[in-house]
């Protein structure tokens, strides 16, 4: 398996397997969110988009790395890391791939100076949870939050941090 930021070609793949890695967690075929998961393109403008890519050349999964400055950045602060949109295609779970993911941007981050990792999790999201946990990440419920109260008041993250 190789880690390596997305390529324009990767986008269609990215947004695909992003989508499918989240359908259980969305409201529906008019769930706002879906264009965000969707849209690999601003990510990686916006942000850095990193990807898995198996022997064969397919697509396994990808992460958004939100380096100081991105708009991606919900939770963190100067001197600390962010992530977010860990996605695993489904026939690609078990293989290490989040964790390889999740690597990436703790390496990318601590490489930059920061001192602190953070993402943002659903309660049920629990096998990404099982990887956060495995890598030393804990719940940080002062950082919580509800992203669009006005529109999902049942859609409340949770934080989780590792120090790097």
Request: glycine residues 6%; charged residues 30%; aromatic residues 8%.
């Amino acid at each position: 398996m190789l880690i390596r930021r997305a390529t324009p070609e990767d986008y269609e793949a990215v947004a695909e397997i992003t989508e499918a890695a989240y359908e259980d967690f969305l409201e529906g075929p008019d769930d706002y969110y879906r264009a965000f998961l969707r849209d690999a393109e601003r990510r990686d403008r916006e942000a850095e988009l990193w990807v898995a890519v198996d022997d064969d050349g397919s697509l396994l999964g990808s992460v958004t790395s939100c380096p100081p400055g991105s708009p991606w950045r919900e939770l963190s602060v100067d001197g600390e890391g962010e992530f977010r949109m860990l996605a695993v295609s489904p026939c690609a779970r078990g293989r290490g791939v989040g964790e390889a993911l999740v690597r990436q941007c703790e390496e990318r981050a601590a490489a930059a100076g920061a001192s602190r990792m953070w993402l943002a999790t659903l309660d049920e999201m629990t096998h990404a949870q099982r990887i956060y946990a495995r890598l030393g990440y804990q719940p940080e419920p002062s950082r919580d939050w509800d992203p669009v109260p006005d529109i999902l008041p049942d859609v409340h993250l949770r934080a989780w941090t590792k120090e790097l």
